[in-house]
């Protein structure tokens, strides 16, 4: 069985065991600076949709909750840490410091838009609440943009997995070619950690 597979296998028996306070744990990992894409979990709570196994309405509600959660513990985190706790502790999961700069740059350049525009930009979402943090967005504003984004993101990527109910074999196809990206990706990681440790101690 490939990485690929094998990820899509414990992701969906996560849930499927779990249920919806899985899938709301899961968002609201996502929502924060951890490395956990909502590719990786709401198409297959669509395919569990398309199982019977779950309802349509309650994914939308608990995995947009989860969002909720994680993008408000990342608003305090900005809010109450800023930059200096970012920068110490960021590299411990996996936190990229020119992604949170771009990420600034988007919310200096969008204000409250940005959170909402935030939700639909791979990479931006994870960061976009922790610069609003930081800029002290009143929080009856950063929830409604949270809560509007969010819960489109969350609907779309979990209607596509429903309508592969019937083509989900087709994941397994890529299997293999996602699997190479992986293992380069994690290659590339370590070059990048240990090019920059070589740097810091020059």
């Known amino acids: 069985m490939s990485i690929t597979a094998l990820i899509i296998e414990k992701v969906v028996a996560f849930i ?11 968002m609201a990992m996502e929502s924060m600076i951890l490395p956990l894409p909502s590719e990786a979990v ?5 395919f569990l949709i398309s199982e019977g196994k779950m309802s349509f309405s309650l994914v939308i509600i ?22 200096p706790l970012l920068k110490r502790y960021g ?32 990479v931006v979402r994870h960061f976009i609440s922790i610069p609003a ?10 929830l409604l943009y949270t809560t509007i984004g969010a819960a489109l993101w969350n609907g ?10 019937n ?3 087709h994941l397994e196809r ?17 070059i990048y950690f240990f090019v920059k440790r070589k740097s810091s101690q020059k």
Request: no cysteine.
């Open 174 to 190: 890529y299997a293999k070619i996602m699997d190479i990206i992986v293992v380069l990706g994690i290659i590339l990681l370590i």
């Open 91 to 122: 590299k411990y999961v996996l936190l990229n410091e020119e992604h949170l700069m771009k990420t600034e740059s988007f919310f200096a350049k969008y204000g409250g838009r940005a959170v909402f525009l935030g939700r639909l930009i791979p």
């Open 62 to 83: 608990f995995s947009t909750i989860g969002s909720i959660v994680g993008s408000t513990i990342s608003y305090y985190i900005g809010k109450y840490g800023g930059n």
């Open 156 to 165: 779309f990527l979990a209607y596509v997995g429903f309508l592969l109910k």
């Open 42 to 46: 709401m198409p297959f709570a669509g």
């Open 16 to 26: 499927s065991i779990g249920g919806y306070p899985s899938l709301l744990a899961l």
């Open 133 to 142: 943090g930081m800029a002290k967005m009143k929080m009856p504003s950063f």
């Open 167 to 169: 083509n989900w074999d």
